[in-house]
C-alpha cells in the first residue's frame, strides 16, 4: 500500500476471473473475482459499445441505433486489452469497442 493510499483510498476495480463465449457464440459468460457470474449476449454487449463510432466522443450521446442489432449478434473473437479490458469482433464486423472491467461488470 502507498502513502496515497492511506490518505484516500483507491475502491478496488473489479477484474474477471474466467471469460468464456457460448458455443453458439451469441454470449458471454463472465466470472468476478468476487465471485458474482454475469451472462452477457452478444446483442447487449454491441448495443452498449463505448467506441467512438457508437458514442460521440465529445458529447458522450449515443449514435448507434440500437433497432439495428438483433437477438442473433455473435462474438466470433474476444481478446485481452492488457490487464484491463477486452475487445470483440461481433458478427456485424464490428471491431473498435473496448470493454473494461468496470464498465463490462456495470453492464452484467
Known sequence: MSFWDSIKPAKKAPVAVTVAVAPDQQSLLVTWDDGHIATLTGQRL?????????VEEFTGKKVLDDSKIGPEMKLLEVS?????AITFVFGDAHRTGIFNWSYLRQLG
Open 80 to 84: 485481452p486489452v492488457g490487464n484491463y
Open 46 to 54: 454491441r448495443q452498449s459499445c463505448p467506441c467512438a463510432e457508437c
